[in-house]
């Protein structure tokens, strides 16, 4: 069992910055951040492996960055220009697969979610 540990939300205007980090219990290859708005679907926001290969969805790419250092076992998502529609419950997910390939489904381990709201 790993366990994940997210802090860093928050509220923030329009075009502000906010930094989220999730603290893994031991070390693990495939990490993401999943986000929920209210009354929506779950959906994947970024990936990274062990080794440094990142994945964004369409709506971030080139506004959020994910990073993690493996010898803190910490994962990081620096959200720039936030916009209204960033709102939602930010989760922290994890796999043993070296591929962050697949939706949530795959994902065995969860954080608890930070709370993100961003507004106009």
């Known amino acids: 069992q790993v366990r994940l540990v997210e802090s860093g939300g928050g509220s923030v205007q329009a075009g502000g910055s906010l930094r989220l980090s999730c603290v893994a219990s031991?070390?693990?290859?495939?990490m993401a951040w999943f986000r929920q708005a209210p009354g929506k679907e779950r959906e994947g926001v970024a990936t990274i492996t062990s080794g440094g290969s990142t994945g964004y969805t369409d709506s971030v790419k080139g506004r959020f960055t994910i990073s993690r250092d493996n010898a803190k076992r910490t994962l990081y998502l620096q959200m720039n220009s936030l916009k209204p529609e960033d709102t939602g419950i930010y989760y922290c997910?994890?796999?043993?697969?070296?591929?962050?390939?697949?939706?949530?489904?795959?994902?065995?381990?969860w954080g608890q979610g930070t709370q993100v709201t961003v507004s106009s």
């Open positions: 997910a994890a796999r043993w697969d070296v591929s962050c390939s697949g939706g949530v489904d795959l994902y065995n381990f």
């Open positions: 031991a070390g693990i290859y495939c």
